[in-house]
C-alpha cells in the first residue's frame, strides 16, 4: 500500500507508467470492508452539508491523497494573500439536477468485463451513499466516437413517423 497522507486512505497502487499511479478497486474490497478490515476504494464516508459559512474539500493528487477530506471557513475580509473567490448568493444563474457521467458503448463493454462482484463494487462506488452518489447518467444516441462500429436507429429515408427506429445489441445488451 501507499504510506498514508493525513486524512488519506490505504492503496493499493498500481503504475501505469509516466506517474500515473492508481489505487486498485476490486471484487475483493467489499468483502474485506463487511468484515473491518481496513481497505481502500473510492468510497466516502457519508456527506454531510457543512455549517454555513465553512466548506468541505475533497482532494487526490499523484502524491497520494486519495479523497482526502478537510474542511475550512470562509473569511469575510482581505487579510490573507492568495486567490480571492468572491461569492454573490443573491444572483443565482442555475440549478444543478444532479451529477454523474456517462455510460458509452466502451464504458459498458469494459464494466461488462469485470466479475459480478467487482461490477457491484464499481457500481456502488458511483451511485450508494459510501461512494460518489452519481444520480444522473448520459447515454449517447446510436453511436458515438466511443463505439467499436457505426450504427444508428433509423437509416430508412424520409422515415419522419420512425417506423424503422430499432435499438441495437449494443444499448439491449449493454445499456439498458
Known sequence: TLPCLPGARPCSPKD?????????????????WAVGIPTYCDTLDP???????????????????????SEGKFQS???????????DISALYQHVKGFGG????AAA???????????DNLLRSY???SGIEYNLIRVPMACSDFSVRPYSYDDVPNDYELK????VDEDVKMKV
Open 47 to 69: 456527506v454531510v452539508v457543512p455549517v454555513p459559512g465553512s466548506y468541505v474539500k475533497y482532494e487526490s493528487s499523484k502524491a497520494g491523497k486519495r479523497l482526502e477530506r
Open 164 to 167: 424503422h427506429f430499432r435499438l
Open 102 to 105: 456517462s455510460l458509452s458503448d
Open 16 to 32: 501505469f507508467g509516466h506517474g500515473s499511479l492508481v489505487c486498485v478497486c476490486n471484487a475483493t474490497y467489499w468483502a474485506m
Open 127 to 129: 451511485f450508494s451513499e
Open 77 to 87: 475580509s482581505l487579510s490573507t494573500r492568495g486567490l480571492l473567490l468572491t461569492l
Open 109 to 119: 463493454m469494459n464494466i461488462l468485463k469485470l466479475s459480478r462482484p467487482a461490477q
